[in-house]
Protein backbone atom coordinates (compact mmCIF):
# COMPACT_ATOMS: atom_id res chain seq x y z
CA UNK A 1 0.00 0.00 0.00
CA UNK A 2 1.73 3.33 -1.20
CA UNK A 3 0.21 6.33 1.48
CA UNK A 4 0.22 9.34 -0.20
CA UNK A 5 -0.08 12.81 2.32
CA UNK A 6 -0.19 16.24 1.20
CA UNK A 7 0.28 19.25 2.91
CA UNK A 8 -1.14 22.53 1.84
CA UNK A 9 -0.36 26.28 2.85
CA UNK A 10 -2.70 29.03 1.44
CA UNK A 11 -1.24 32.24 0.20
CA UNK A 12 -4.85 33.83 2.16
CA UNK A 13 -4.81 31.97 4.82
CA UNK A 14 -6.91 34.32 6.43
CA UNK A 15 -9.90 33.97 3.45
CA UNK A 16 -12.24 31.79 3.89
CA UNK A 17 -13.52 30.98 0.05
CA UNK A 18 -10.06 30.49 -0.42
CA UNK A 19 -10.59 27.10 2.14
CA UNK A 20 -13.10 26.29 1.21
CA UNK A 21 -11.87 26.21 -2.63
CA UNK A 22 -8.68 23.91 -1.94
CA UNK A 23 -10.85 21.26 0.76
CA UNK A 24 -13.48 21.10 -2.65
CA UNK A 25 -10.65 20.29 -4.62
CA UNK A 26 -9.17 17.74 -3.25
CA UNK A 27 -12.49 15.99 -2.65
CA UNK A 28 -12.76 16.05 -5.93
CA UNK A 29 -10.10 13.94 -6.42
CA UNK A 30 -11.64 10.72 -4.49
CA UNK A 31 -13.44 10.50 -7.79
CA UNK A 32 -10.01 8.92 -9.90
CA UNK A 33 -10.18 5.51 -9.84
CA UNK A 34 -7.09 3.87 -8.23
CA UNK A 35 -7.63 6.15 -4.73
CA UNK A 36 -8.97 3.74 -2.34
CA UNK A 37 -9.30 6.03 0.82
CA UNK A 38 -8.82 9.98 1.07
CA UNK A 39 -8.98 11.92 4.27
CA UNK A 40 -9.42 15.97 4.21
CA UNK A 41 -8.18 17.99 7.15
CA UNK A 42 -7.43 21.23 8.68
CA UNK A 43 -4.87 21.69 11.74
CA UNK A 44 -6.23 20.42 14.91
CA UNK A 45 -6.35 22.40 18.10
CA UNK A 46 -4.66 20.31 19.74
CA UNK A 47 -1.86 21.09 22.60
CA UNK A 48 1.15 23.05 21.01
CA UNK A 49 3.92 21.45 21.30
CA UNK A 50 7.74 22.01 19.51
CA UNK A 51 6.97 18.58 17.50
CA UNK A 52 3.67 20.08 16.40
CA UNK A 53 3.55 21.56 12.80
CA UNK A 54 0.00 23.29 12.32
CA UNK A 55 1.54 25.84 10.31
CA UNK A 56 -0.12 24.60 7.44
CA UNK A 57 -3.65 24.96 6.41
CA UNK A 58 -5.33 21.92 4.63
CA UNK A 59 -4.09 18.32 4.43
CA UNK A 60 -4.85 15.41 2.40
CA UNK A 61 -4.42 11.79 2.75
CA UNK A 62 -4.56 9.18 0.21
CA UNK A 63 -4.39 5.63 0.03
CA UNK A 64 -3.13 3.45 -3.17
CA UNK A 65 -2.75 -0.46 -3.23
CA UNK A 66 0.58 0.38 -5.41
CA UNK A 67 3.16 2.45 -6.97
CA UNK A 68 0.80 1.81 -10.44
CA UNK A 69 -2.13 3.03 -9.02
CA UNK A 70 0.02 6.26 -7.75
CA UNK A 71 1.06 6.83 -10.70
CA UNK A 72 -2.01 6.50 -12.37
CA UNK A 73 -3.42 9.19 -10.13
CA UNK A 74 -0.84 11.74 -10.46
CA UNK A 75 -2.10 11.49 -14.61
CA UNK A 76 -5.24 11.42 -14.12
CA UNK A 77 -7.06 14.27 -15.61
CA UNK A 78 -8.96 15.24 -12.61
CA UNK A 79 -5.89 15.51 -10.57
CA UNK A 80 -4.40 17.86 -13.14
CA UNK A 81 -7.60 20.10 -12.96
CA UNK A 82 -7.14 20.10 -8.92
CA UNK A 83 -3.88 21.25 -9.76
CA UNK A 84 -4.22 23.63 -12.38
CA UNK A 85 -7.52 25.07 -10.59
CA UNK A 86 -6.33 25.07 -6.81
CA UNK A 87 -2.27 25.86 -7.45
CA UNK A 88 -2.79 29.56 -7.44
CA UNK A 89 -4.44 29.18 -4.29
CA UNK A 90 -1.56 28.02 -2.36
CA UNK A 91 1.77 29.36 -1.67
CA UNK A 92 3.83 26.17 -0.59
CA UNK A 93 2.77 22.83 -0.99
CA UNK A 94 4.61 19.77 0.42
CA UNK A 95 4.24 15.58 0.00
CA UNK A 96 5.39 12.84 1.72
CA UNK A 97 4.64 9.29 -0.02
CA UNK A 98 5.37 6.27 1.68
CA UNK A 99 5.03 2.43 1.97
CA UNK A 100 2.70 0.72 4.63
CA UNK A 101 5.19 -1.37 6.80
CA UNK A 102 3.67 -5.11 6.87
Not at 14 to 40: F, K
Not at 47 to 53: G, K, M
Amino acid sequence: MIIHHVFFWLKDPNSPDDLARLVTGVRSLAGIEPVRSLYVGTPADTERRDAIDASYSVSELLFFDDLAGQRAYQEHPLHRRFVEQCAPLWKRCIVYDCVASP
